[in-house]
T-cell receptor, first 112, second 116 residues
Framework: GQQLNQSPQSMFIQEGEDVSMNCTSS?????WLWYKQDPGEGPVLLIA?????ELTSNGRLTAQFGITRKDSFLNISASIPSDVGIYFC????????????FGAGTILRVKS | SQTIHQWPATLVQPVGSPLSLECTVE??????LYWYRQAAGRGLQLLFY??????ISSEVPQNLSASRPQDRQFILSSKKLLLSDSGFYLC???????????????FGPGTRLTVT
């Protein structure tokens, strides 16, 4: 089946640092989505990308839909403590169109 | 605007007991509905999805079942829980956006199930 490789699996951040994570696949996707999950809560949709090459921002977050349609990245600029959590990428395949393929997640932790 | 509710928020059940988790969506009609399970705070495993009343697709064989008795209600059930059923259960609703049939999903707050 289709799979997404999300990296890194986890990372430590210090306040003010920029953060990057990405997802890659051997399959092409029609849509890329990025979610954030806080502990004990459901994932929240951060950014949706609809076209190859598209670059979209949401505050300090920027995400891009790879030109090959097989990858996407998420950048967080000037991180703050509340950025900690799990970030998931998700791709919408051509078929079936109503199911998403999820990455395994990137855990963001604060460096003490 | 659309909202999605799940209850209960937490549940502790003994092995062999029945289970019923409920999910309801407001503010939209004929949504696609999904049940996911998340173990150990990591990946999301799709369990069931539904494209309409009474229409259920199972993704993973197990002792769980799902039903959709009303358009915006999705129920996850089990007749006899196993220890391995413990986890965080998430309901989601999905829609196609106006952009070339793109699909987005929105999650509920989740139910933490502990089987003892």
């Amino acid at each position: 089946g289709q799979q997404l490789n999300q990296s890194p699996q986890s990372m430590f951040i210090q306040e003010g640092e920029d953060v990057s994570m990405n997802c890659t696949s051997s399959s092409i996707f029609n849509t890329w989505l990025w979610y954030k999950q806080d502990p004990g809560e459901g994932p929240v949709l951060l950014i949706a990308l609809y076209k190859a090459g598209e670059l979209t921002s949401n505050g300090r977050l920027t995400a891009q839909f790879g030109i090959t349609r097989k990858d996407s990245f998420l950048n967080i600029s000037a991180s703050i403590p509340s950025d900690v959590g799990i970030y998931f990428c998700a791709g919408q395949p051509s078929s079936p169109r109503n199911k998403l393929v999820f990455g395994a997640g990137t855990i963001l932790r604060v460096k003490s | 605007s659309q909202t999605i509710h799940q209850w209960p928020a937490t549940l502790v059940q003994p092995v062999g007991s029945p289970l019923s988790l409920e999910c309801t969506v407001e503010g939209t009609s004929n949504p696609n509905l999904y049940w996911y399970r998340q173990a150990a705070g990591r990946g999301l495993q799709l369990l069931f999805y539904s494209v309409g009343i009474g229409q259920i697709s199972s993704e993973v064989p197990q002792n769980l079942s799902a039903s959709r008795p009303q358009d915006r209600q999705f129920i996850l059930s089990s007749k006899k829980l196993l220890l391995s059923d413990s986890g965080f259960y998430l309901c989601a609703w999905g829609r196609e956006t106006g952009t070339s049939g793109s699909h987005e999903q929105y999650f509920g707050p989740g139910t933490r199930l502990t089987v003892t």
